[in-house]
């Protein structure tokens, strides 16, 4: 069984500030792990992916992740928020070829 | 290199009707999963094709079935529909079957409204 919780249903930041999504997950598997990001009317970009190789992640745009098992963990971080990176973001856990998907974080960027 | 289509945009059905929605996969990948994403909630995976057969699946009642083609190309079908079936539903095509590594690319989906 997994589970994937998004701690913040709504996440409102200024233009420059940094950015912090959180994601707790539960695994009966080894865990991998996936950030994706839903802009309005496109489709889902994979962020980055964590899968057993080192525990800090980057991706795209800036953005990065740390694994913390002890923690059951994988935030999503960025230094620095942009107008453009408001959107809907999930977090993703995968074991057996079933994916489990966050409710989702909306991020609001103020400028 | 072509993106994940679908077809169509949109759709409007009647509780009880069928329905069928089209996704062409990027190519020279194998495999194609289906997921539905009612408002406000994350996607919730339908099940997943494999060289043309289904190779895992997730809660969804077995009135949800597809198809893989040899193209890799898929439908979805969906009969007896009932309100709670609408919902955006996203096509995402990877190299080899979900799993810890590979990534799946999203097509922009087929919002279903069923009245």
């Known amino acids: 069984a997994q589970s994937v919780t998004q701690l913040d249903s709504h996440v409102s930041v200024s233009e420059g500030t940094p950015v912090l999504l959180r994601c707790n997950y539960s695994?009966?598997?080894?865990?991998?792990l996936f950030w994706y990001v839903q802009h309005p009317n496109k489709g889902l970009q994979l962020l980055l992916k964590?899968?057993?190789?080192?525990?800090l992640v980057k991706g795209i745009n800036g953005f990065e992740a740390e694994f913390k098992k002890s923690e059951t963990s994988f935030h999503l971080t960025k230094p620095s928020a942009h107008m453009s990176d408001a959107a809907e973001y999930f977090c993703?856990?995968?074991?057996?070829?079933?994916?489990?998907f966050g409710r989702g974080t909306s991020l609001i960027v103020h400028p | 290199e072509t993106g994940v289509t679908q077809s169509p945009t949109h759709l409007i059905k009647t509780r009880g009707q069928q329905v069928t929605l089209r996704c062409s996969s990027q190519?020279?990948?194998?495999?194609v999963s289906w997921y539905q994403q009612a408002l406000g909630q994350g996607p919730q995976f339908i099940f997943q094709?494999?060289?043309?057969?289904?190779?895992g699946r997730g809660n969804f009642p077995p009135r949800f079935s597809g198809l893989q083609f040899p193209n890799y190309s898929s439908e979805l079908n969906v009969n007896a529909l009932e309100l709670d079936d609408s919902a955006l539903y996203l096509c995402?095509?990877?190299?080899?079957?979900?799993?810890?590594?590979?990534?799946?690319?999203f097509g922009p989906g087929t919002r279903l409204t069923v009245l």
């Open positions: 094709y494999y060289r043309e057969e289904e190779n």
């Open positions: 964590y899968t057993s190789a080192a525990t």
């Open positions: 993703v856990v995968t074991g057996s070829y079933i994916p489990t």
């Open positions: 190519s020279g990948h194998n495999t």
């Open positions: 995402a095509s990877s190299l080899g079957r979900v799993n810890s590594y590979n990534e799946q690319f």
């Open positions: 695994s009966s598997y080894s865990p991998s």
